[in-house]
């Protein structure tokens, strides 16, 4: 059971990324201390998910990265770029 178990992460890239034009779009902010941004960037480059199909975006500020009017802004046009982009 564990090794079956262990083995589950590496389908991610393989779900995440099977249809092709399949997008993830992930974002981190500098100073969260529950979910460091460069350890879940490390996580999805670990699982394979294409550079091509990953946008990712940083913000100054802690876990909620829209605290604060500007981060709430650049949250936005992030968020509407992403979907702008990735519109079929």
Known sequence: MIVQASLKWRQTSVRLTAPPNMRLF???GYYDLTTPAYAGRYILDQVGVPAD???AAHFAGPHGVYDGED???RFNAAVRSFAIRTRP
Do not use: D, I, K, Y
Request: hydrophobic share 65%.
């Open 26 to 28: 992930w974002m981190a």
């Open 71 to 73: 981060n709430l802004a």
């Open 53 to 55: 199909q990953l946008t």
